[in-house]
T-cell receptor, first 110, second 112 residues
């Protein structure tokens, strides 16, 4: 089966940088995605890594190391609106469906 | 990005009744849609894959006779929670796939 582990909670202050880790165990690997979800809202896509290395999208970057079965989401210049839950996700097979990680709740303080 | 809607956004029902939730892709055709359930402060759990014109594929542990899924067109999938019980109270989210998954806003179900 598949499992994706994340820290349950991370706190930081405005303007800071925070890293949210994701370690995964999958039978096959077809890429790692990151989603943001505000309370009561829909998950929104943030970033995707198919190959090792860093992908940068504005203030958000995502890193992948397939040899370590590990990835992280890096959030820079934190803003209050970044307070949300963040999930890593993988397709369990070469289809469109996703298995989500345990989720990390980020709280940004002024 | 592509837009997915859900209706209703929230519903309260009595135990033993059935509730239907609609998921629509508004600006793209989704041959495949997915249904997830999310309990408070927990992750999204995939329930089933909804395939247009064919039977849904359910994840292990999900009762197919309790959670009826119909994907009658390329833009509409429905989830019916039959004989709902309080433990079915949850946040139900659908998504449509177009290169990536686009999620609906979710439906909050409360069973009394």
């Amino acid at each position: 089966g598949q499992s994706l582990e994340q820290p349950s909670e991370v706190t930081a202050v405005e303007g800071a940088i925070v890293q949210i880790n994701c370690t995964y165990q999958t039978s096959g690997f077809y890429g790692l995605s990151w989603y943001q979800q505000h309370d009561g809202g829909a998950p929104t896509f943030l970033s995707y890594n198919a190959l090792d290395g860093l992908e940068e999208t504005g203030r958000f970057s995502s890193f992948l190391s397939r040899s370590d079965s590990y990835g992280y989401l890096l959030l820079q210049e934190l803003q209050m609106k970044d307070s949300a839950s963040y999930f890593c996700a993988v397709p369990p097979d070469n289809t469109d469906k996703l298995i989500f990680g345990t989720g990390t709740r980020l709280q940004v303080f002024p | 990005g592509a837009v997915v809607s859900q209706h209703p956004s929230w519903v309260i029902c009595k135990s033993g009744t059935s509730v239907k939730i609609e998921c629509r892709s508004l600006d793209f055709q989704a041959t495949t849609m997915f249904w997830y359930r999310q309990f408070p402060k927990q992750s999204l759990m995939l329930m089933a894959t909804s395939n247009e014109g064919s039977k849904a594929t359910y994840e292990q542990g999900v009762e197919k006779d309790k959670f009826l899924i119909n994907h009658a067109s390329l833009t509409l999938s429905t989830l019916t929670v039959t004989s709902a019980h309080p433990e079915d109270s949850s946040f139900y989210i659908c998504s449509g796939a177009q290169e990536t998954q686009y999620f609906g806003p979710g439906t909050r179900l409360l069973v009394l």
